[in-house]
């Protein structure tokens, strides 16, 4: 029967990860292990899976469980999180978990119904006769909650399972996704503004590993420039775990720039070099792709033309996520996972340093390829890795 401090769980369940063929298990293991990293720093959690959801138990009173609930909900692969309370498979025992566990929901609602899942098949009521007495006995503990099976105020959930059923209100939506670690591993190229510390979460999102590049400019960037980008690649360890961000030293390559080629290509050209030398870095650390936060047409380097211009000079593929959205999407999934604020902060980056005035949207790759020829880019490159610094970020 239920016991008055019987202790709360998390039900975790799978999204894409399910749709797996043969390879299923490793992505699943790939999540457990996930969010038993990300458990970790709340308490003490048994994690495992069964029935294609993943339940998190906490293992004494000092579990900190608000702080558990969020770090779950930032899981990429998992799609919903429930609060729930295990209690035995009987009808009686559900009901009487559910009136006590779910009182405050009761008390504020005029309707309710109960929606079951039977994931233990030999358990001897199917999912509409559990719903059908547990119901009945609902509808007689609180006699001033109607039932209403088409649009109540609260849905009970039952989930019959093999270990124990388990009575838990709507569940909280979750990241979605992939798990980290299962769509390689690729480079982002980090700026301070908003566009890209959004590129690099869609592509965790997708199950992509990130180490992160960042180029500043001293003296024409600040400190205060580089916190923020730091800042912003914490903020973004809530959803995909601890990274290293590659901070290079981009002056000496701006002012040749500046000194030696058309006013017209400075930035693509200092695009050209960006994705060089991340290109290097992503070597480097075996990654296998860079990520970018350009979207056509927002600027002048990325019309199709200067994209094209751009990526020219690497062999690895360049995952562009933002590419078909306008500002406002953009600045709307910025805010939902919490990096706008930051973003928007009043330090320029190395990208607004010597901007020209009147840039090139159409370029022709000979003709920025005659510009650049002016520059030794075998040596500003060296150069610029040799004055390279990594900064491991955690959540």
Known sequence: MFEENAQEIFLLKLGEVVLKGLNRRSFEDKLVSNV????????????YLRQSTIYVEPQNAQCDMAEALTACRQVFGVVSVAK?????????????????????EFAAAKTFKVESKRADKLFRLNSIQISQQVGGILAERFPDVAVDVHKPDLTVYVEVREKAAYVHAPAAPGAGGLPIGMGGRAVSLLSGGIDSPVSSWMMARRGVELEMVHFVSPPYTSQQALDKVLELARLLTAWCGRMTVHVIPFTRIQE?????CPEEYFTLIMRRFMMRLAQTVAKSVHAGALVTGESLGQVASQTMLSLGVTENVTDLPVLRPLIGMDKVEIIRLSREIGTFETSILPYEDCCTVFTPRHPCTRPRLEDVQAAEAALDVQALMDEAMAGRTRVRVKP
């Open 36 to 47: 038993c990293r990300r458990v970790r720093r709340c308490g003490s959690f048994n994690v």
């Open 84 to 104: 729930a309370v295990p209690c035995a498979k009987d009808v009686t025992a559900i009901a009487d978990t559910a009136a006590r566990y779910l009182k405050d």
């Open 256 to 260: 040749e720039i500046r000194k030696n």
